[in-house]
């Protein structure tokens, strides 16, 4: 045999062996893991009514002048009985905002805010210390109807069409003893109303959050209602119910790449207001996503932790929205967090695919 036939032969044999090599690597590697998605029966499309539907775009009323943000203050101060002074050095650092403190108490403040009207005011914790419950705590009942008092008598009620109570809770205090003991004291009592337009919820920055103290005083409060105007909706503006149906799939794929399944528990047409000026319609999705990991070195062999998150996320249903959503993320925010990460964590993951339960 020549010397050119032996080296055709060794070639092509070596091709041989390099080829299976890398068919049987391609063969060893798993399949890409696929994400579950299981809808409840509580979890039904939502069909929009796309006659009906609005838009709510803030009422353009000039900011707050200085003058009047500071009368409106110095009538808070007289209702609560609150000594506070002009904080100058923090106004420089936030503008458009008022600000004030009370140099005794650290905790004590009231910021309003210019532009928007937002107004957060909290008397102070420092009379709240002891370990003891604060007396004459309204209950659940009366402290809903104390808290509409006194926004009304500082001329802050919204209007009561808009008004929904969500929650009557309390602010507490717990003590961890050196000797293992603990207590729990109640400090005061929180009343938070919601609200709602044209018949739906709406989610994000609208709120009017109460402390009451002895008695129903009022030490705290946050107000972030803008008021609004009505705006009818085109239903040409309108995604459709299919495309609506595949982004919802594609934000559960995209916020839960890393779950084994997600089961969809709600799915709901609400208003979703981010506090930039315009209140819009969109999908609120109630959610579970499941997650094993296995755990690093565990006395067991191949121990899996099993995980259930909850997950709650909004949806736009308008082709070109104006809001900002939870999903949305600043490219120059997540590219400097991303730049902090080792840099196995800056690797980009790979989509999974979504099965059908």
């Known amino acids: 045999m020549s010397a050119k036939t032996i080296a055709c032969t060794l070639f092509i044999v070596a091709s041989f062996v390099v080829s299976s090599t890398l068919s049987l690597a391609g063969a060893a590697q798993p399949a890409k893991s696929r994400v579950l998605i299981h809808y409840l029966p509580s979890a039904q499309p939502v069909h929009l009514d796309r006659e009906r539907l609005q838009v709510f775009v803030a009422k353009p009323d000039p900011a707050l002048s200085e003058e009047d943000a500071t009368r409106l203050a110095e009538g808070l101060f007289s209702y609560t009985q609150a000594t506070f002074s002009r904080d100058y050095d923090a106004a420089e650092k936030r503008q458009a905002h008022l600000l004030f403190r009370d140099p005794k108490d650290p905790s004590a403040n009231l910021d309003v805010d210019l532009q928007t009207r937002e107004l957060r005011f909290n008397k102070g914790l420092a009379p709240y210390k002891k370990e003891e419950d604060t007396g004459q705590l309204p209950t659940d009942e009366d402290a809903a109807r104390l808290a509409l008092a006194h926004l009304d008598k500082l001329s802050m009620l919204p209007p009561r069409d808009e008004l929904v109570l969500a929650h009557v809770g309390g602010m507490n205090m717990g003590v961890h003893r050196s000797d ?31 402390r009451l103290a002895e008695n129903g005083s009022l030490v705290g409060l946050t107000r972030r209602w803008m008021p609004v105007a009505g705006e009818s909706v085109r ?33 709901d047409l609400v208003l979703y207001d981010h506090g930039g000026g315009v209140i819009e319609p969109a999908i609120r999705i109630l959610a579970s996503m499941h997650y094993e990991d296995k755990v690093v070195n ?60």
């Open 235 to 267: 239903p040409e503006e309108l995604l459709s119910d299919k495309a609506i149906a595949q982004a919802i799939r594609d934000q559960l794929l995209a916020d839960g790449r890393s779950a084994r399944s997600i089961v969809v528990k709600r799915m």
């Open 298 to 357: 565990s006395r067991i062999v191949g121990e899996v932790r099993r995980l259930d998150v909850p997950y709650d996320t909004f949806v736009p249903v308008l082709k070109h929205h104006r809001t900002r959503y939870p999903f949305e993320r600043d490219a120059e925010a997540t590219r400097r967090i991303k730049s902090d990460q080792p840099p196995r964590m800056q690797e980009q993951e790979e989509p999974r695919i979504e099965g059908r339960s």
């Open 180 to 210: 293992g003991s603990t207590s729990l004291y109640r400090k005061l009592i929180v009343v938070r109303y919601d609200r709602t337009l044209a018949g739906l919820p709406v989610f994000g920055q609208s709120r009017v959050v109460l």
